[in-house]
């Protein structure tokens, strides 16, 4: 299983890769989307982290 940086950095390059191609995005576009993708990769890592703790009587 690859670590959560790798699959970042997978989901993130190939985004950066294409948004300078689209002429109609622009920066404050990028980093909205940016900062979207980032925010809901935390928000998953955080579900899954309550539901592990849950599901091992942690909670």
Do not use: H, W
Request: proline share 3%; net charge neutral; hydrophobic share 60%.
């Amino acid at each position: 299983m690859t670590s959560v940086s790798t699959q970042l950095f997978l989901v993130v390059i190939p985004l950066l890769l294409v948004l300078p191609v689209v002429e109609a995005v622009e920066a404050g576009d990028a980093i909205a989307l940016f900062l979207g993708v980032v925010l809901s990769i935390t928000g998953i890592c955080a579900c899954l982290g309550v539901y592990a703790r849950k599901r091992n009587g942690q909670i």
